[in-house]
Structures are given as C-alpha cells and as structure tokens.
C-alpha cells in the first residue's frame, strides 16, 4: 500500500508529495557519482602504468645520487724516483802537515779559497832547518874538493907508474882513495838532498785543485804531524747529495741517470747526475745510499740538505686527476663503482703526480670505472647512477 502524507495549509490549495520518489533520485545521483568517481581513478592508474619513466620513475630515482666517472686505461708515466739527503763535497780531502811540524808563520789561504794543485796554503817556520841545510851544502863542497885531491894523486902516479917510480899496489890505493872520496860527495849532497825534502815539507800545500772548505790552523800556531787537518778541500769544487733509497728504488737506479737537486729553502734546482750506488743495503734500514753529482755553486754549501728527483725511466700505469684521489688514517685510495652501480673503496699506492694528474702505482688495472668527485659524500656499498666521462 502506498504511503502518502497530505499536508493541509492555510490555503484552500491542497499539496500531496511523494517521498518515495525523492529517495530514488538520491540514490540514482549517488550511483552515478560512484560510477564517475571509479572511472577517474582508473583513468589515472591507467596513465602512470603506461608512463614508467615519467614522473613516477623519476621520483624513485631520486634517491640515488649521480656520479661522474671514468675509465683511465694505461698510459706512458715518466718514472721519477724522489730521494733526500745532506750534501757533501764529492771528494772531501784533508790536508795536513806532512813533516816534522812546527810554528806557523804564514796563512796565505782562507775557506772558500779556490787553490790549484800544489799551491802553498800555509808555512812553517823553517830557520833551524835552514841553518842544518848551509852546513850540509858546505860538507858538499868539501867532499867535492877531497874528491878532487884524490883524483889529481890518482893521475900523477898514473904518470909515474911508466918510468917506474911508483908501484902497482902505490896505485891501486890512489885509485880506492879517489873512488871513496867521490862516495863521501855522493853522501854529502844524499844528506842535503833530504834535509831540503823535509824543509820543503814545513809548506802545507794543495794536493789537488778545488776549493778550500774550511781552515783549522792560524798563525804562531804550533804544528806537527799528529796536529790533523789544517785545512779541507772539495776536489774541483765538485759537491754530492747523499741519498737513502729503498731496495725497491734501487732497483730503477743506475750510475748516469740524470737528477734535479734542489737545496732546501731555494727555488731553484741544479741539474746533476748519478755517480755511485752502494754495492750493499742496510739490514736495519733496509735502505741503500746514492750519490748525485752536482757541479759547484755558491749556494750548495756542505752540510746542508736537499731533495733529488731521479730520472728512472717510464712506465705504463692509470693516470687520475687528483680529484679522484682521497687519503685518510688508512691511505691513499678511490671509489670504483661496480657492475651492480654500487661503490666499492680501492687502497692505492700512488706513484708520480705532475700537471698531467697523479699515476696509480698499484691498486688498479685502469678497467675500474673510478669516481672523478664527490668521493667525500660517497660510502661503500651505496648505489649510484653512473654518468661516464672521457678519460683525460
């Protein structure tokens, strides 16, 4: 049965409604909106499944991070071998007094003298000696003058000896007495010969050519030969560095190879070469010593210290810039980024670094995919998007 609810109003009008029909409409309007509701929704699944690489894929690549890398390979490297060390002279000479020593009475070089080989440097008082040398040049003289007595009674009794006034054996003792006499002026110039050696010997002089490092004697000074050096001298002025290498340089090293020696506090280098190796390595240090050659300058100075860098050669290694290269407590190392996109921590050991970028000794083939920045904010194990670069 039909409900109906009339409703009388003040008019005379009378107003019947129908609530079941309104109710229909409500939920008609209410289907519809569902309907357009599902559809929209579907519309907008339908869009973001057929476009995975837009919006949606960007968003979840949005936590990786991007990363720039290269593949170094293998290039030519100049291999120079960087040592230190003090300087020295190359051939450091002491020279002393050679005779029997005593007071200086002149000095005629200071350190930093250039002296030629023999030049006198210093002199010892020499009267006595003078006086025994006189004496001695007198006994000359008159071992030459018996010498000649005995030869002019060798020679009259020669004369003598064909009209028979002298014997045989009267000759054979002029001819012994004239033979000892000229032995007495053999010995006489022998004894003078020695003392002028030994007077000769009061000059302290240079044995060779080259610069006088340093003197040690003045004047009034009393000498002999247990005084030591008087004075040291760098032969032909020519200094040295002293080198400690490890027995893996050495093994790159050999006798002629050019260097460069910087003194420490100078902006300028000296070209030099390599004259000695050490035939042995220490077995505490395990280190070998290497003499460098280096022609004489003002400001080399003996004493002091220096670094050398080595011509060793070439060799074929990966070259990196230094951006690439990090270090901490652990060492030197860089991030590689795998097959999987994520990065992995390579130590290294590096080798030469120039204007070129720095070598990679050990630690890497050159095939890696190596990180050129950002290594910083990177850690092992995370994932990246890779964006490779021309090797330089």
């Known amino acids: 049965m039909m409900n109906r609810e009339t409703t009388i109003y003040a008019t005379d009008d009378l107003v019947v409604v129908d609530r079941s029909r309104r109710r229909r409409w409500i939920i008609i309007i209410s289907v519809a909106a569902f309907v357009l509701a599902m559809i929209a929704l579907a519309m907008f699944t339908g869009k973001n499944a057929a476009e995975p690489d837009g919006a949606g894929a960007q968003s979840a690549q949005g936590q990786v991070p991007s990363v720039t890398v290269v593949v170094p390979g293998r290039s030519q490297v100049g291999r120079t071998i960087s040592a230190s060390g003090p300087l020295a002279a190359r051939r450091d000479q002491p020279v002393g007094i050679a005779g029997q020593g005593g007071r200086v009475v002149r000095v005629l070089v200071d350190a930093g003298s250039w002296v030629r080989a023999g030049q006198v440097l210093a002199v010892v ?198 951006s690439a290269v990090l270090s901490d407590e652990d060492g030197n190392y860089v991030y590689v980024v795998n097959a999987k996109h994520e990065v992995e921590r390579r130590g290294i050991k590096i080798g030469e670094i120039n204007d070129s970028g720095v070598s990679i000794a050990t630690g890497l083939s050159g095939n890696e995919s190596v990180v050129l920045s950002a290594g910083p904010f990177l850690n092992p194990g995370q994932k990246v998007a890779p964006k490779r670069q021309k090797a330089p």
């Open 125 to 322: 008082d020499r009267s006595v000696q003078a006086q025994q040398a006189a004496q001695l040049a007198a006994q000359v003289e008159a071992a030459r003058a018996n010498a000649a007595l005995a030869q002019s009674n060798y020679d009259r009794a020669l004369a003598l000896q064909g009209r028979g006034f002298v014997s045989k054996a009267e000759i054979d003792s002029k001819k012994a007495t004239r033979d000892a006499a000229n032995a007495q002026v053999r010995v006489a110039q022998a004894v003078l010969g020695a003392t002028r050696a030994q007077i000769g010997q009061l000059n302290v002089t240079a044995p060779a050519s080259g610069l006088i490092l340093s003197r040690s004697v003045e004047v009034g000074q009393i000498v002999s030969s247990g005084s030591g050096a008087l004075f040291r001298l760098a032969e032909g002025g020519q200094m040295e560095l002293q080198a400690q290498l490890s027995q893996q340089d050495l093994a790159f090293i050999h006798t002629g190879m050019p260097a460069s020696v910087t003194p420490v506090g100078s902006d300028r280098s000296y070209a030099g070469s390599v004259w000695q190796i050490a035939p042995v390595i220490d077995a505490q240090s395990r280190l070998g010593a290497v003499r460098i050659t280096v022609p004489y300058d003002s400001a080399i100075r003996p004493g002091g210290f220096a670094e050398a860098k080595i011509g060793a050669g070439s060799t074929t290694a990966p070259v990196l810039p230094q």
